[in-house]
C-alpha cells in the first residue's frame, strides 16, 4: 500500500472519530464531560488538518514549511 493509501486510511479514521467525539458529547450527562470530549473534538480536527495538509506537501525542506506557515497555511 501507498503511503498515500495510508494517509488517506488515516483521514477517513479521524473523520469517523470526529463523529463518535460528537455523538459523545451530545449525550454527555455534565457540561465538563461534554467541554472535555469538545476539547477532544478540536484536537483531532487538527490532527486531521495536519494528515490533509501532509499531502499536499511538495517539498519538505524547513524554509518551505516555515514560509507556509508564515502565510497562515500550515504546512
Sequence with gaps: ??????????????????ELYQRIAAGAPSQCLREMVCNRIEWEKESLNFWRNFLGYKDCSVSKVQEAEAKGDKK
Design 1 to 18: 500500500m501507498s503511503w498515500h493509501n495510508l494517509v488517506n486510511q488515516i483521514i477517513r479514521i479521524e473523520e469517523q472519530e470526529i
